[in-house]
């Protein structure tokens, strides 16, 4: 820069011998100030510069930033599509499980379809179709506390494997194994069986307007005791030595029990290993409405008018 401001002088110098020493100073002041701009323009160039340099690193930085964002929004989406799946299973869940409570005091679906039928054949009568449905609730209702008065009687100290208490559809029904019930390979009563029966028939007795049907049922393997001719035989002997109980020791009235023997069929499970043939081995007590009272519950003629 230097060297260049001397160039001009010397050739101010030589072109014009004439020019005075005031022009010549100005010229050389005007030199020094376009020197002193240039290099101004050069340092605001640097700053310009570095300027630019820092704007590319925010730039990247910044894009490492949306890259981040980018990677959290698809993890959180996928988060909530789970969410959605686990919402949706719970859905079925509770609708399984509504299902299944409602099954508890329903009748069957043939059952139900009938009534159906029927409930659209009476459109007109509607004292009728409000006294039927107000009938099924209550007998639904009445049969599902008598089921869970049976379980806490029953688990009182008695509770174990070998009793079941279930509510099916409009009945409800015991099962009990023939080891807890009865003398192996015969039809004599247990003592343990009879503190069973003494608290079925405490409620039974409560309950004059229900019927109680015991049920025998045996494994597949032929019977062979002369008292007894056949599982038939055995399965019925059975049914009726629980009603003689019923009657004799708890005085349960004779025209509410019925006793009826299976025999080998109405199979639970497969006879073919001895854990199956146990299962089949059993006496069901079946507490149900009488069969008069049921048929009243259809009959239009009972309607309140």
Sequence with gaps: ?????????????????????????????????????????????????????ECEQ???TLRGNIRTLQSTVESKDAQIADLRAQIEDLRDQR??????????????????????????????RDEYISYLRAAKTKADSINLALAVNLKGQLADGIADEDIEVK???????????????YETGSSNITTRAKEVLAKIALIVEKRPDLEVMV???????????DCFEDNWDLSVK????????????????PNRLIAAGRGEYNVLASNATPEGQA???????????????????????????
């Design 167 to 181: 509510l099916d559809k409009t009945v409800v029904f015991i099962n009990l194994s023939d080891k807890m019930l």
């Design 58 to 60: 925010d730039k990247e």
């Design 238 to 253: 059975r049914a009726t030595s629980v009603v003689r109980v019923l009657q004799d020791d708890y005085q349960i009235d």
């Design 279 to 305: 299962v089949n081995r059993r006496t069901r007590i079946i507490i149900m409405p009488k069969i008069d009272q049921f048929y009243d519950l259809l009959n239009s003629d009972n309607a309140p008018g």
């Design 1 to 53: 820069m230097k060297f260049f401001t001397m160039l001009i002088v010397a050739l101010a110098v030589a072109a014009t011998s004439c020019v005075s020493k005031k022009s010549l100073d100005e010229e050389i002041a005007n030199s020094d100030q376009l020197s002193r701009d240039l290099a101004k323009c050069g340092e605001d160039l640097n700053a310009q510069m570095a300027l630019v340099t």
């Design 215 to 225: 049920e025998g049922y045996t494994d597949n393997r032929p019977i062979k005791r």
């Design 95 to 124: 609708d399984r499980q509504i299902e299944q409570v409602q099954g508890l005091t329903v009748l069957s679906q043939s059952a139900n379809e009938n009534i159906n039928k029927t409930l659209g054949q009476l459109e007109q």
